[in-house]
C-alpha cells in the first residue's frame, strides 16, 4: 500500500510544499450549506488547488467513499464521512445527549433552538431546531460556523475561558456582519464579564439585525463549559428575559445527563 504523506522538499534546501493530507481538507472545507454540491473546477477555485491536482485528489477521496460523485458530475461530501465522524466524536455524543432536552425547550420556547461548541475563534453548531412560524429570522445550520464575538453562543463559550485566551480572540481581526456587530475589544470585554457575571449572553442583531441571540453555558462533569444552548428572538425589547429561565433549566438538564454518564439507548456504550 502505498500512503503519501508529505511532497519531498524542492532540490535546493527550499521549503517543503504543502502535504497532501493539507490540500485534501481544503476540498473537504470547499463543501458548505450554500455548496453541498460542486464541479470539480469550483472545488479547486475554492480549496485554491490546481485543477489536475483538483482532478487527482477528488478522484482518491470519492474511491475512499469520502466524496460521492452524482450522475450530474458533481461533487458532494460522501455517507463514509459521515460514519466516521459519528463514531468516536464527543461532539456527537454531546449531541445526542442535549437533544431530547432541546426537543422540551424548542417546543417551550417556540423559536429557533441551537447547541454550539468553541472551534478555534468560531462557533460551530452541532444542532438546530427550526420553529415553523418562527418570529426572528435565523441563518445558521448545523455544521455551520459564526465568528464567536457576533454571536451569543461565542460570548456564551469564551466568557468562561482563560483571560489568555479571551485576548488572543480579541487580538485578531473581528469581522463585522451587520451594522450592529460588536467588534470593539473593550467592549467584547465588557460583555464578556457580563456574560459571566449574570449567566447567560444577549446579542442584538449582530447577525441579522431583525434577531436577538440569547444563550447559557454547558457544564460537563468536571464542571468545565462543553457547549452552549441558545434561543433566537425577535430584536425587540423585552424579547430576551422571558427565554432566560427555560434556557438554565435545560442546560442545567443537560449538564446532570452528561455528569450521569447518560448514552441514549440507540447508541452503543
Known amino acids: 500500500m502505498k500512503a503519501v504523506v508529505r511532497d519531498e522538499s524542492d532540490a535546493g534546501g527550499s521549503p ?63 455517507v463514509r464521512m459521515w460514519e466516521l465522524a459519528s463514531r468516536s466524536s464527543e461532539a456527537v455524543s ?11 425547550l424548542h417546543a417551550a420556547v417556540r423559536q429557533h433552538t441551537q447547541l454550539a461548541v ?35 453562543s461565542g460570548l456564551a463559550l469564551v466568557a468562561h475561558t482563560s483571560v489568555t485566551a479571551q485576548e488572543m480572540l480579541l487580538s485578531a481581526r473581528l469581522e463585522q456582519l451587520t451594522s450592529l456587530t460588536v467588534t470593539d475589544p473593550a467592549e ?32 460537563g462533569p468536571d464542571d468545565q463549559v462543553v457547549a452552549a444552548l441558545s434561543v433566537i428572538v425577535p430584536n425587540e425589547e423585552g424579547r430576551v428575559a422571558p427565554v432566560v429561565p427555560a434556557l438554565l433549566t435545560t ?13 441514549p439507548a440507540d447508541r452503543p456504550v
Not at 17 to 34: H, M, N, Q
Not at 94 to 104: H, T, Y
Request: aromatic letters at 4%; hydrophobic letters at 45%.
Open 251 to 263: 442546560a442545567r438538564g443537560i449538564r446532570r445527563a452528561l455528569a450521569a454518564g447518560h448514552v
Open 188 to 219: 467584547l470585554r465588557r460583555q464578556l464579564a457580563e456574560t459571566r457575571y449574570r449567566g447567560y449572553a444577549a446579542v442584538h442583531g449582530s447577525v441579522h439585525e431583525q434577531a436577538a441571540g440569547v444563550a447559557v453555558p454547558i457544564q
Open 94 to 104: 454531546l449531541r445526542d445527549v442535549a437533544i431530547p432536552f432541546m426537543d422540551d
Open 118 to 152: 468553541l472551534e478555534g475563534a468560531e462557533v460551530l453548531y452541532l444542532e438546530r431546531k427550526s420553529a415553523r412560524g418562527a418570529e426572528a429570522a435565523n441563518i445558521t445550520r448545523t455544521a455551520s460556523r459564526l465568528p464567536w464575538h457576533a454571536c451569543s
Open 16 to 78: 517543503p510544499r504543502e502535504s497532501l493530507l493539507s490540500r485534501a481538507v481544503r476540498i473537504l472545507e470547499a463543501f458548505d450549506a450554500g455548496h453541498p454540491s460542486l464541479p470539480v473546477a469550483a472545488i479547486a477555485r475554492r480549496a485554491d488547488i490546481p485543477v489536475p491536482t483538483t482532478y487527482r485528489l477528488v478522484g482518491d477521496l470519492v474511491d475512499l467513499g469520502l466524496l460521492e460523485r452524482g450522475s450530474d458530475r458533481r461533487v458532494r461530501v460522501g
